[in-house]
């Protein structure tokens, strides 16, 4: 099987930046792969309340994850800067599959690239509802 080349940062369509921490290298002197899906999981989220789609604490709708995957190319560690890219690689009536590369400061090639699929989901009976509107738009503005 043939590895996967990274992505360029043109391949992403919105970015987001977010700082590392002390607390994200492991005993290898590199960030540990399960911060690479907090930075994932932050950089989709943040760009949703920052377009303001997402309500977490008062909205009648919220997206779970029901699925996840990285590919890791190269080592990030503290203090570098992250810049996360954004894209939206399929979109179902109450399903979104967001892609997300990370790149080290100002590295032209993702060090990893992961996904994300969210159900969109009613806060309370925790049933599937269709994508609201605004939400909808915010998400073709960076689909692929």
Request: negative net charge; contains cysteine.
């Amino acid at each position: 099987m043939t590895r996967p080349e990274p992505s360029a940062r043109s391949a992403w369509r919105a970015f987001r930046i977010l700082p590392t921490r002390w607390m994200d290298n492991d005993v290898y002197g590199h960030m540990n792969n399960v911060v690479h899906y907090s930075l994932f999981d932050t950089a989709v989220n943040g760009w949703l309340m920052e377009k303001g789609v997402l309500d977490f604490a008062a909205g009648d709708q919220v997206g779970l994850v029901v699925e996840t995957g990285c590919r890791y190319f190269s080592e990030m560690a503290f203090p570098d800067i992250v810049h996360a890219g954004l894209r939206v690689a399929h979109m179902g009536t109450s399903s979104v599959r967001y892609e997300i590369g990370l790149f080290r400061n100002e590295d032209e090639t993702a060090a990893a690239e992961g996904f994300f699929v969210h159900v969109y989901v009613d806060r309370l009976s925790r049933k599937p509802k269709p994508l609201n509107p605004a939400l909808r738009a915010e998400l073709e503005g960076i689909a692929a």
